[in-house]
Protein backbone atom coordinates (compact mmCIF):
# COMPACT_ATOMS: atom_id res chain seq x y z
CA UNK A 1 0.00 0.00 0.00
CA UNK A 2 2.91 2.51 1.08
CA UNK A 3 4.65 1.57 -2.00
CA UNK A 4 2.04 2.46 -4.57
CA UNK A 5 1.74 5.53 -2.48
CA UNK A 6 4.71 6.63 -3.27
CA UNK A 7 4.51 6.12 -6.39
CA UNK A 8 1.60 8.14 -7.06
CA UNK A 9 3.14 11.38 -4.91
CA UNK A 10 3.70 13.79 -7.78
CA UNK A 11 0.00 13.03 -9.49
CA UNK A 12 -1.53 13.66 -5.79
CA UNK A 13 0.29 16.46 -5.37
CA UNK A 14 -0.38 18.02 -8.97
CA UNK A 15 -4.00 17.31 -8.61
CA UNK A 16 -4.32 19.08 -4.92
CA UNK A 17 -2.55 22.14 -6.15
CA UNK A 18 -4.89 22.31 -9.66
CA UNK A 19 -7.69 21.88 -7.15
CA UNK A 20 -6.63 24.91 -5.25
CA UNK A 21 -6.03 26.81 -8.15
CA UNK A 22 -9.45 26.19 -9.61
CA UNK A 23 -11.04 27.20 -5.62
CA UNK A 24 -9.29 30.08 -6.29
CA UNK A 25 -9.94 31.33 -9.68
CA UNK A 26 -13.03 29.62 -10.48
CA UNK A 27 -15.02 29.09 -7.41
CA UNK A 28 -14.31 32.36 -5.86
CA UNK A 29 -14.62 33.92 -9.61
CA UNK A 30 -18.07 36.56 -8.32
CA UNK A 31 -17.77 37.96 -11.88
CA UNK A 32 -20.23 36.78 -15.21
CA UNK A 33 -23.50 36.18 -12.92
CA UNK A 34 -25.83 38.65 -11.61
CA UNK A 35 -27.25 36.27 -8.64
CA UNK A 36 -23.33 35.87 -7.13
CA UNK A 37 -24.80 33.96 -4.07
CA UNK A 38 -26.53 31.30 -6.58
CA UNK A 39 -23.88 31.34 -8.77
CA UNK A 40 -21.00 30.39 -6.50
CA UNK A 41 -22.83 27.53 -4.79
CA UNK A 42 -23.28 26.34 -8.35
CA UNK A 43 -19.34 26.18 -8.76
CA UNK A 44 -18.82 24.90 -4.92
CA UNK A 45 -18.14 21.33 -5.56
CA UNK A 46 -15.38 21.50 -3.34
CA UNK A 47 -15.75 23.85 -0.66
CA UNK A 48 -13.62 27.41 -0.86
CA UNK A 49 -11.96 27.64 2.07
CA UNK A 50 -11.16 24.19 1.95
CA UNK A 51 -7.12 24.14 1.91
CA UNK A 52 -7.22 27.18 4.78
CA UNK A 53 -9.74 24.85 6.97
CA UNK A 54 -6.91 22.32 6.79
CA UNK A 55 -4.22 23.88 8.12
CA UNK A 56 -3.81 22.68 11.75
CA UNK A 57 -2.20 26.04 12.89
CA UNK A 58 -5.16 28.02 11.92
CA UNK A 59 -7.39 25.93 13.87
CA UNK A 60 -5.61 25.39 16.98
CA UNK A 61 -4.52 29.09 17.17
CA UNK A 62 -8.01 30.57 16.05
CA UNK A 63 -9.53 28.29 18.90
CA UNK A 64 -7.25 29.39 21.53
CA UNK A 65 -7.64 33.32 21.10
CA UNK A 66 -11.08 33.48 20.71
CA UNK A 67 -11.66 30.65 23.69
CA UNK A 68 -14.28 28.76 21.42
CA UNK A 69 -14.26 25.86 18.77
CA UNK A 70 -14.60 26.77 15.29
CA UNK A 71 -16.44 23.61 13.80
CA UNK A 72 -15.60 24.64 10.09
CA UNK A 73 -11.86 23.76 10.90
CA UNK A 74 -12.55 20.20 12.34
CA UNK A 75 -11.26 18.76 9.13
CA UNK A 76 -7.36 19.72 10.45
CA UNK A 77 -8.06 17.05 12.89
CA UNK A 78 -9.46 14.49 10.17
CA UNK A 79 -6.59 15.61 8.63
CA UNK A 80 -3.76 15.40 11.55
CA UNK A 81 -5.62 11.80 12.40
CA UNK A 82 -4.80 10.85 8.92
CA UNK A 83 -1.89 11.94 9.70
CA UNK A 84 -1.17 9.33 12.15
CA UNK A 85 -0.63 6.89 8.94
CA UNK A 86 0.99 8.67 6.88
CA UNK A 87 3.22 10.93 9.19
CA UNK A 88 3.20 14.75 8.03
CA UNK A 89 1.42 13.85 4.59
CA UNK A 90 0.16 16.80 3.92
CA UNK A 91 3.41 19.05 3.85
CA UNK A 92 4.51 16.17 0.26
CA UNK A 93 1.04 15.47 -1.02
CA UNK A 94 -1.43 18.18 -0.47
CA UNK A 95 0.24 21.59 0.44
CA UNK A 96 -0.08 23.82 -2.21
CA UNK A 97 2.43 26.20 -1.01
CA UNK A 98 4.63 23.34 -0.80
CA UNK A 99 4.13 22.07 -4.27
CA UNK A 100 5.34 25.50 -5.11
CA UNK A 101 8.37 25.47 -3.68
CA UNK A 102 9.11 21.99 -5.31
CA UNK A 103 8.59 23.90 -8.50
CA UNK A 104 10.41 26.79 -7.13
CA UNK A 105 13.22 24.41 -6.70
CA UNK A 106 13.31 22.59 -9.97
CA UNK A 107 13.23 25.84 -11.78
CA UNK A 108 15.47 27.52 -9.81
CA UNK A 109 17.38 26.29 -6.34
CA UNK A 110 18.53 23.49 -7.78
CA UNK A 111 20.93 25.24 -10.24
CA UNK A 112 21.85 27.56 -7.82
CA UNK A 113 23.50 24.93 -5.25
CA UNK A 114 26.62 27.72 -4.38
CA UNK A 115 23.92 29.47 -2.28
CA UNK A 116 23.20 25.86 -0.11
CA UNK A 117 23.56 26.04 3.26
CA UNK A 118 24.34 23.02 5.84
CA UNK A 119 21.19 21.09 6.07
CA UNK A 120 21.57 20.89 10.37
CA UNK A 121 22.52 24.52 11.31
CA UNK A 122 21.03 26.03 14.09
CA UNK A 123 18.10 27.12 12.26
CA UNK A 124 16.61 23.47 11.56
CA UNK A 125 14.13 24.54 14.85
CA UNK A 126 13.15 27.56 14.49
CA UNK A 127 9.62 26.30 13.68
CA UNK A 128 9.04 24.65 17.02
CA UNK A 129 10.07 28.44 18.27
CA UNK A 130 8.04 29.84 16.13
CA UNK A 131 5.13 27.74 16.78
CA UNK A 132 5.61 28.23 20.28
CA UNK A 133 5.40 31.80 19.89
CA UNK A 134 2.09 31.90 17.74
CA UNK A 135 0.41 29.35 20.67
CA UNK A 136 1.51 31.75 23.06
CA UNK A 137 0.17 34.98 21.89
CA UNK A 138 -3.31 32.88 20.91
CA UNK A 139 -3.74 32.46 24.73
CA UNK A 140 -3.33 36.01 24.80
CA UNK A 141 -5.78 36.57 22.50
CA UNK A 142 -3.71 37.65 19.67
CA UNK A 143 -3.89 35.58 16.57
CA UNK A 144 -0.72 35.67 14.83
CA UNK A 145 -1.30 32.48 12.89
CA UNK A 146 -2.47 34.61 9.70
CA UNK A 147 1.19 36.30 9.51
CA UNK A 148 3.01 33.52 9.58
CA UNK A 149 0.92 30.02 8.70
CA UNK A 150 1.61 28.67 5.47
CA UNK A 151 -1.86 28.78 3.43
CA UNK A 152 -3.03 32.20 4.51
CA UNK A 153 0.19 33.72 3.64
CA UNK A 154 0.50 31.47 0.11
CA UNK A 155 -3.20 32.49 -0.37
CA UNK A 156 -2.73 35.98 0.45
CA UNK A 157 0.28 36.20 -2.05
CA UNK A 158 -1.96 35.16 -4.50
CA UNK A 159 -4.75 37.61 -3.79
CA UNK A 160 -2.88 40.45 -4.13
CA UNK A 161 -0.23 39.35 -7.12
CA UNK A 162 -1.99 36.75 -9.44
CA UNK A 163 -5.98 37.96 -8.64
CA UNK A 164 -5.48 41.59 -10.13
CA UNK A 165 -3.97 40.10 -13.10
CA UNK A 166 -6.92 37.45 -13.55
CA UNK A 167 -9.29 40.38 -13.09
CA UNK A 168 -6.97 43.07 -15.32
CA UNK A 169 -7.55 40.99 -18.36
CA UNK A 170 -10.74 39.10 -17.93
CA UNK A 171 -13.13 42.56 -17.04
CA UNK A 172 -10.91 45.14 -16.69
CA UNK A 173 -7.68 47.27 -15.55
CA UNK A 174 -9.64 49.96 -14.19
CA UNK A 175 -11.45 47.76 -11.86
CA UNK A 176 -7.88 47.05 -9.87
CA UNK A 177 -7.91 48.99 -6.66
CA UNK A 178 -4.96 50.76 -5.75
CA UNK A 179 -2.01 49.23 -3.37
CA UNK A 180 -1.00 50.50 -0.39
CA UNK A 181 2.08 49.30 1.80
CA UNK A 182 0.31 46.56 3.53
CA UNK A 183 0.09 44.93 0.09
CA UNK A 184 3.51 45.34 -0.35
CA UNK A 185 4.26 43.71 3.13
CA UNK A 186 2.34 40.52 2.26
CA UNK A 187 3.92 40.40 -0.97
CA UNK A 188 7.47 41.09 0.60
CA UNK A 189 6.92 38.22 3.15
CA UNK A 190 5.92 35.46 0.27
CA UNK A 191 8.69 36.73 -1.69
CA UNK A 192 10.92 36.10 1.42
CA UNK A 193 9.60 32.56 2.10
CA UNK A 194 9.90 31.70 -1.42
CA UNK A 195 13.87 33.29 -1.94
CA UNK A 196 14.44 30.96 0.94
CA UNK A 197 14.49 27.77 -1.60
CA UNK A 198 18.39 29.43 -2.93
CA UNK A 199 19.33 28.27 0.72
CA UNK A 200 18.42 24.88 -0.23
CA UNK A 201 15.13 22.54 -1.15
CA UNK A 202 11.80 23.13 1.32
CA UNK A 203 14.15 25.43 3.40
CA UNK A 204 11.06 26.90 4.61
CA UNK A 205 8.74 23.77 5.67
CA UNK A 206 11.88 22.41 6.82
CA UNK A 207 13.05 25.69 9.10
CA UNK A 208 10.64 28.18 9.76
CA UNK A 209 6.69 26.79 9.10
CA UNK A 210 5.10 26.91 12.29
CA UNK A 211 2.09 24.78 10.41
CA UNK A 212 4.44 21.68 9.80
CA UNK A 213 5.77 21.62 13.58
CA UNK A 214 2.13 20.99 14.22
CA UNK A 215 2.45 18.13 12.07
CA UNK A 216 5.43 17.02 13.16
CA UNK A 217 4.46 17.05 16.67
CA UNK A 218 1.52 14.70 15.57
CA UNK A 219 4.16 12.09 14.92
CA UNK A 220 5.26 11.66 17.83
CA UNK A 221 2.15 9.77 17.47
CA UNK A 222 2.61 7.91 14.04
CA UNK A 223 1.27 4.28 13.56
CA UNK A 224 3.89 4.14 10.32
CA UNK A 225 7.56 4.92 9.89
CA UNK A 226 10.72 4.36 7.39
CA UNK A 227 13.00 1.52 7.39
CA UNK A 228 16.12 0.77 6.40
CA UNK A 229 17.67 -3.06 6.28
CA UNK A 230 21.49 -4.49 5.65
CA UNK A 231 21.19 -3.85 2.09
CA UNK A 232 21.94 -0.72 2.72
CA UNK A 233 25.40 0.01 0.30
CA UNK A 234 25.76 3.89 1.83
CA UNK A 235 25.18 5.70 -1.78
CA UNK A 236 23.80 8.47 -0.15
CA UNK A 237 21.46 8.70 -2.89
CA UNK A 238 19.03 8.16 0.02
CA UNK A 239 20.61 11.96 1.90
CA UNK A 240 20.78 13.55 -1.26
CA UNK A 241 17.00 12.68 -2.44
CA UNK A 242 14.94 14.13 0.58
CA UNK A 243 13.74 17.41 0.40
CA UNK A 244 12.92 17.32 4.23
CA UNK A 245 16.81 16.57 5.96
CA UNK A 246 14.70 13.18 7.27
CA UNK A 247 17.70 10.93 7.62
CA UNK A 248 20.36 10.99 9.55
CA UNK A 249 24.02 10.36 8.99
CA UNK A 250 23.79 6.62 9.33
CA UNK A 251 20.50 6.97 7.29
CA UNK A 252 18.67 5.87 10.09
CA UNK A 253 15.23 8.57 10.34
CA UNK A 254 14.65 11.62 11.91
CA UNK A 255 10.48 10.90 12.43
CA UNK A 256 9.62 14.26 13.21
CA UNK A 257 10.94 15.74 10.03
CA UNK A 258 10.01 12.40 7.33
CA UNK A 259 7.15 13.23 5.41
CA UNK A 260 6.33 9.39 3.79
CA UNK A 261 7.42 11.20 0.56
CA UNK A 262 9.73 8.21 -0.03
CA UNK A 263 11.99 9.84 -2.49
CA UNK A 264 14.01 7.91 -0.46
CA UNK A 265 12.96 4.92 -1.82
CA UNK A 266 12.53 5.43 -5.23
CA UNK A 267 16.30 6.95 -5.08
CA UNK A 268 17.70 3.45 -3.74
CA UNK A 269 19.39 1.10 -6.28
CA UNK A 270 19.19 -1.57 -4.07
CA UNK A 271 15.79 -1.20 -2.31
CA UNK A 272 16.71 -1.31 1.23
CA UNK A 273 14.65 1.25 2.02
CA UNK A 274 10.92 0.35 3.13
CA UNK A 275 7.97 2.16 4.42
CA UNK A 276 4.95 0.04 6.94
CA UNK A 277 3.98 0.23 9.56
CA UNK A 278 5.46 1.30 13.07
CA UNK A 279 7.38 -1.71 15.50
CA UNK A 280 5.56 -2.51 18.69
CA UNK A 281 7.29 -0.46 21.53
CA UNK A 282 6.75 2.47 19.07
CA UNK A 283 10.74 3.42 18.77
CA UNK A 284 12.31 4.27 15.65
CA UNK A 285 14.19 0.80 14.40
CA UNK A 286 18.19 1.76 14.00
CA UNK A 287 19.64 0.31 10.74
CA UNK A 288 20.72 -3.39 11.60
CA UNK A 289 23.97 -4.44 10.73
CA UNK A 290 25.86 -4.14 7.28
CA UNK A 291 26.17 -7.38 5.03
CA UNK A 292 29.04 -8.91 5.89
CA UNK A 293 29.72 -7.14 9.19
CA UNK A 294 30.02 -9.24 13.01
CA UNK A 295 28.15 -6.43 14.92
CA UNK A 296 25.52 -3.74 14.48
CA UNK A 297 26.91 -0.40 13.55
CA UNK A 298 26.08 1.83 16.76
CA UNK A 299 24.02 4.57 16.45
CA UNK A 300 26.24 7.78 17.21
CA UNK A 301 24.60 10.66 18.11
CA UNK A 302 26.02 14.03 16.23
CA UNK A 303 25.43 17.50 17.35
CA UNK A 304 22.72 18.28 14.97
CA UNK A 305 20.50 16.08 16.01
CA UNK A 306 20.59 17.06 19.75
CA UNK A 307 17.11 17.81 21.47
CA UNK A 308 15.12 21.01 21.21
CA UNK A 309 16.83 23.63 22.79
CA UNK A 310 14.81 24.78 26.33
CA UNK A 311 15.98 28.55 25.75
CA UNK A 312 14.51 28.36 22.23
CA UNK A 313 11.43 27.58 23.60
CA UNK A 314 11.31 30.21 26.02
CA UNK A 315 12.60 32.79 24.03
CA UNK A 316 9.71 31.74 21.49
CA UNK A 317 7.20 31.72 24.24
CA UNK A 318 8.62 35.27 25.46
CA UNK A 319 8.39 36.57 22.32
CA UNK A 320 4.79 35.42 21.76
CA UNK A 321 3.71 37.53 24.47
CA UNK A 322 5.68 40.41 23.72
CA UNK A 323 4.43 40.79 20.34
CA UNK A 324 0.82 40.20 21.82
CA UNK A 325 1.01 42.96 23.46
CA UNK A 326 2.91 45.02 21.30
CA UNK A 327 0.59 44.45 18.58
CA UNK A 328 -2.01 45.91 21.34
CA UNK A 329 -0.53 49.11 22.75
CA UNK A 330 0.80 49.75 19.10
CA UNK A 331 -2.63 50.50 17.42
CA UNK A 332 -2.96 53.02 14.97
CA UNK A 333 -4.36 56.26 16.38
CA UNK A 334 -8.30 55.89 15.86
CA UNK A 335 -9.65 56.49 12.79
CA UNK A 336 -12.51 59.37 12.23
CA UNK A 337 -14.82 56.23 12.19
CA UNK A 338 -13.95 52.50 12.90
CA UNK A 339 -13.60 50.17 9.53
CA UNK A 340 -17.05 49.17 8.01
CA UNK A 341 -16.47 45.63 7.99
CA UNK A 342 -18.24 42.63 5.96
CA UNK A 343 -22.00 41.63 6.64
CA UNK A 344 -22.21 39.63 9.19
CA UNK A 345 -19.34 40.08 10.71
CA UNK A 346 -18.68 39.00 14.31
CA UNK A 347 -18.08 41.67 16.92
CA UNK A 348 -15.11 43.26 16.34
CA UNK A 349 -12.46 42.04 19.04
CA UNK A 350 -13.73 38.15 18.25
CA UNK A 351 -13.29 39.58 14.56
CA UNK A 352 -9.34 40.05 15.24
CA UNK A 353 -9.20 37.06 17.13
CA UNK A 354 -10.19 34.78 14.16
CA UNK A 355 -9.42 36.40 10.94
CA UNK A 356 -6.55 34.87 9.57
CA UNK A 357 -6.17 37.46 7.06
CA UNK A 358 -5.87 34.97 4.17
CA UNK A 359 -7.64 37.26 1.62
CA UNK A 360 -10.41 34.68 0.61
CA UNK A 361 -13.13 36.98 1.17
CA UNK A 362 -11.61 39.68 -0.90
CA UNK A 363 -11.26 37.53 -3.44
CA UNK A 364 -14.61 36.23 -3.57
CA UNK A 365 -15.92 39.91 -3.49
CA UNK A 366 -17.53 41.36 -6.51
CA UNK A 367 -15.36 44.17 -7.71
CA UNK A 368 -13.21 44.30 -4.87
CA UNK A 369 -16.05 45.78 -2.55
CA UNK A 370 -13.73 44.18 0.46
CA UNK A 371 -10.16 45.20 0.71
CA UNK A 372 -7.43 44.90 2.98
CA UNK A 373 -6.43 47.29 5.64
CA UNK A 374 -3.09 48.51 5.64
CA UNK A 375 -1.79 50.21 8.84
CA UNK A 376 -4.18 52.75 9.31
CA UNK A 377 -5.88 50.79 12.14
CA UNK A 378 -2.75 49.35 13.63
CA UNK A 379 -0.73 46.23 13.34
CA UNK A 380 -3.19 43.94 14.60
CA UNK A 381 -5.86 45.10 11.92
CA UNK A 382 -3.87 44.79 9.23
CA UNK A 383 -4.94 42.99 6.23
CA UNK A 384 -8.25 42.14 7.48
CA UNK A 385 -11.07 43.07 4.98
CA UNK A 386 -13.25 46.05 5.26
CA UNK A 387 -15.30 47.58 2.88
CA UNK A 388 -14.60 50.57 0.94
CA UNK A 389 -17.87 52.29 -0.27
CA UNK A 390 -16.09 55.15 -2.20
CA UNK A 391 -14.83 52.17 -4.66
CA UNK A 392 -17.78 50.29 -4.79
CA UNK A 393 -21.02 49.11 -2.34
CA UNK A 394 -21.79 45.78 -1.07
CA UNK A 395 -24.08 43.85 -3.47
CA UNK A 396 -27.10 43.12 -2.24
CA UNK A 397 -27.67 39.70 -4.01
CA UNK A 398 -24.03 38.37 -2.51
CA UNK A 399 -23.30 36.45 0.36
CA UNK A 400 -20.07 34.92 -0.85
CA UNK A 401 -18.14 36.48 2.05
CA UNK A 402 -19.16 34.67 4.96
CA UNK A 403 -19.73 31.46 2.63
CA UNK A 404 -15.75 31.36 1.65
CA UNK A 405 -14.52 32.70 5.58
CA UNK A 406 -12.94 29.65 7.51
CA UNK A 407 -13.08 30.62 11.08
CA UNK A 408 -16.22 32.44 11.11
CA UNK A 409 -14.93 35.52 11.54
CA UNK A 410 -17.69 36.75 8.88
CA UNK A 411 -20.45 34.29 9.40
CA UNK A 412 -21.89 32.28 6.38
CA UNK A 413 -25.51 33.74 6.15
CA UNK A 414 -28.13 33.48 4.22
CA UNK A 415 -29.08 35.52 1.43
CA UNK A 416 -32.27 37.09 3.36
CA UNK A 417 -30.03 37.34 6.76
CA UNK A 418 -26.78 38.80 5.40
CA UNK A 419 -29.29 41.27 4.07
CA UNK A 420 -30.99 42.28 6.73
CA UNK A 421 -27.18 42.56 8.84
CA UNK A 422 -26.39 46.44 8.96
CA UNK A 423 -22.96 47.49 8.42
CA UNK A 424 -22.95 50.87 9.10
CA UNK A 425 -25.27 53.98 8.34
CA UNK A 426 -25.78 56.09 6.10
CA UNK A 427 -24.96 59.67 7.17
CA UNK A 428 -25.99 62.84 4.75
CA UNK A 429 -23.55 65.99 4.60
CA UNK A 430 -26.04 68.69 4.22
CA UNK A 431 -22.94 71.33 3.65
CA UNK A 432 -22.02 69.52 0.42
CA UNK A 433 -25.06 67.59 -0.73
CA UNK A 434 -26.16 69.06 -3.92
CA UNK A 435 -30.25 69.16 -3.26
CA UNK A 436 -29.26 71.09 0.31
CA UNK A 437 -27.16 73.33 -1.47
CA UNK A 438 -29.91 73.99 -3.58
CA UNK A 439 -27.54 73.95 -7.00
CA UNK A 440 -28.78 70.92 -8.49
CA UNK A 441 -31.35 69.11 -8.79
CA UNK A 442 -29.98 65.27 -7.76
CA UNK A 443 -31.31 61.98 -6.73
CA UNK A 444 -28.70 59.44 -7.54
CA UNK A 445 -28.67 57.81 -3.72
CA UNK A 446 -32.27 57.77 -3.51
CA UNK A 447 -32.32 55.89 -7.48
CA UNK A 448 -29.59 53.36 -6.25
CA UNK A 449 -30.68 52.68 -2.90
CA UNK A 450 -34.42 51.96 -4.75
CA UNK A 451 -32.40 49.62 -7.21
CA UNK A 452 -31.24 47.46 -4.52
CA UNK A 453 -34.64 47.03 -2.84
CA UNK A 454 -33.83 48.46 0.29
CA UNK A 455 -35.96 51.75 -0.10
CA UNK A 456 -33.77 53.29 3.08
CA UNK A 457 -33.68 56.57 1.37
CA UNK A 458 -36.72 59.23 0.70
CA UNK A 459 -37.18 62.68 -0.66
CA UNK A 460 -38.96 65.01 1.96
CA UNK A 461 -39.78 68.06 2.24
CA UNK A 462 -37.18 69.90 4.85
CA UNK A 463 -36.03 72.95 6.49
CA UNK A 464 -40.18 74.32 6.72
CA UNK A 465 -40.68 77.17 8.34
CA UNK A 466 -43.65 77.02 10.82
CA UNK A 467 -46.03 80.13 11.19
CA UNK A 468 -47.14 81.43 14.07
CA UNK A 469 -50.39 79.63 13.78
CA UNK A 470 -48.44 76.41 14.16
CA UNK A 471 -48.69 75.24 10.56
CA UNK A 472 -46.16 75.08 7.83
CA UNK A 473 -45.58 78.10 5.68
CA UNK A 474 -46.44 77.37 2.26
CA UNK A 475 -43.83 77.35 0.14
CA UNK A 476 -40.87 76.93 2.40
CA UNK A 477 -38.75 74.47 2.20
CA UNK A 478 -37.30 72.01 -0.52
CA UNK A 479 -37.17 68.53 -1.25
CA UNK A 480 -34.10 66.78 -0.28
CA UNK A 481 -32.66 63.18 0.67
CA UNK A 482 -33.62 61.61 3.86
CA UNK A 483 -32.13 58.33 5.08
CA UNK A 484 -34.60 56.25 7.06
CA UNK A 485 -32.20 54.42 9.93
CA UNK A 486 -34.96 51.60 10.15
CA UNK A 487 -34.04 50.46 6.58
CA UNK A 488 -30.45 51.44 5.82
CA UNK A 489 -27.96 48.89 5.92
CA UNK A 490 -25.05 50.25 5.30
CA UNK A 491 -24.32 48.43 1.70
CA UNK A 492 -22.99 51.80 0.68
CA UNK A 493 -23.75 52.01 -2.62
CA UNK A 494 -25.47 55.41 -2.04
CA UNK A 495 -21.80 56.65 -1.02
CA UNK A 496 -20.18 54.64 -4.27
CA UNK A 497 -22.67 55.91 -6.61
CA UNK A 498 -21.94 59.58 -5.52
CA UNK A 499 -18.49 59.77 -4.76
CA UNK A 500 -18.00 58.25 -8.47
CA UNK A 501 -20.46 60.84 -10.27
CA UNK A 502 -20.60 64.31 -8.47
CA UNK A 503 -16.94 64.06 -6.51
CA UNK A 504 -14.63 61.67 -9.38
CA UNK A 505 -16.37 62.65 -12.82
CA UNK A 506 -18.02 65.89 -12.22
CA UNK A 507 -15.71 67.33 -10.05
CA UNK A 508 -18.80 69.04 -7.85
CA UNK A 509 -17.20 68.09 -4.13
CA UNK A 510 -13.99 66.46 -2.52
CA UNK A 511 -15.62 63.52 -1.25
CA UNK A 512 -19.32 62.07 -1.80
CA UNK A 513 -21.83 63.70 -0.18
CA UNK A 514 -23.78 61.03 1.55
CA UNK A 515 -20.88 58.49 3.39
CA UNK A 516 -21.85 54.82 5.63
CA UNK A 517 -20.46 55.39 9.48
CA UNK A 518 -19.56 52.28 11.51
CA UNK A 519 -19.45 52.21 15.27
CA UNK A 520 -22.41 51.54 18.00
CA UNK A 521 -25.37 52.34 17.49
CA UNK A 522 -24.64 52.28 13.50
CA UNK A 523 -23.94 48.45 12.81
CA UNK A 524 -25.02 45.28 14.17
CA UNK A 525 -22.23 42.57 15.34
CA UNK A 526 -23.96 39.33 16.56
CA UNK A 527 -21.94 36.47 17.27
CA UNK A 528 -24.68 34.20 17.10
CA UNK A 529 -28.66 34.95 16.45
CA UNK A 530 -30.44 36.07 13.45
CA UNK A 531 -30.50 39.49 12.00
CA UNK A 532 -33.62 39.21 10.57
CA UNK A 533 -35.19 38.34 14.24
CA UNK A 534 -33.46 41.62 15.67
CA UNK A 535 -35.25 43.39 12.85
CA UNK A 536 -38.09 42.47 13.94
CA UNK A 537 -37.90 42.90 17.28
CA UNK A 538 -36.68 46.59 16.43
CA UNK A 539 -39.49 46.88 14.23
CA UNK A 540 -41.89 46.07 17.48
CA UNK A 541 -41.03 48.98 19.31
CA UNK A 542 -41.39 51.46 17.16
CA UNK A 543 -44.81 50.45 16.70
CA UNK A 544 -45.06 50.35 20.56
CA UNK A 545 -43.36 53.62 20.71
CA UNK A 546 -45.76 55.32 18.50
CA UNK A 547 -48.91 53.97 19.77
CA UNK A 548 -47.44 55.63 23.66
CA UNK A 549 -47.10 58.98 21.50
CA UNK A 550 -50.92 58.69 20.00
CA UNK A 551 -52.10 57.98 23.41
CA UNK A 552 -49.82 60.54 24.97
CA UNK A 553 -51.01 62.99 21.61
CA UNK A 554 -54.83 62.63 22.64
CA UNK A 555 -54.78 64.25 25.90
CA UNK A 556 -53.32 67.31 24.67
CA UNK A 557 -55.10 67.76 21.24
CA UNK A 558 -56.09 71.22 22.44
CA UNK A 559 -52.20 72.42 22.03
CA UNK A 560 -51.25 73.44 18.72
CA UNK A 561 -49.01 70.77 16.84
CA UNK A 562 -45.50 71.80 17.72
CA UNK A 563 -45.83 72.14 21.17
CA UNK A 564 -47.36 68.58 21.59
Known amino acids: MFRVLGKLRWPIQSACFFVFLALFFYVCW ?19 ETFLALDPL ?23 AICLVIPRGFCSYACPFGTLLDAF ?30 LAAAVCGVLLSGFVAATPVFTRAMMYLVAPLQLGFAKGWYLIPP ?36 FSAANTLRLTE ?64 LRGAETPRPQVPCVSDRPLSRRGFAAGLGAGLVVASGMRQLRGAPPDAPPLRPPGSVPEPRFLQLCVRCGQCLKACPFNALQPMGFEGGFESLWTPRLAPDWVGCEPKCNNCGQVCPT ?3 RALPLDEKRAARIGLAIVNEATCLPYLGTEACQMCFDECRAAGYDAIEFVRVHVEVGDDGQPVEGSGFSAPVVLADKCNGCGLCQSRCYHINAKQKRLMAESSIVVIAGPGNEDRLSHGSYLALREAERRQREEERKGLQLKGAGDSYLPDFLR
Open 30 to 48: PYDVRHHAEARAAREIVEA
Open 58 to 80: VSVSTALAARAWVWPLAWAGVLL
Open 105 to 134: NWAVGKRMKSLHVKKRGWWVHLRYYLLAGV
Open 179 to 214: MHAGHWLSIGLFAFTIVLGLLGARFWCRCLCPSGAV
Open 226 to 289: RRVTDACIECGKCVRACSFDAINPDFTTRPLDCTFCQSCARACPVSAIHFGWRSVGGASVPRVA
Open 408 to 410: GAI
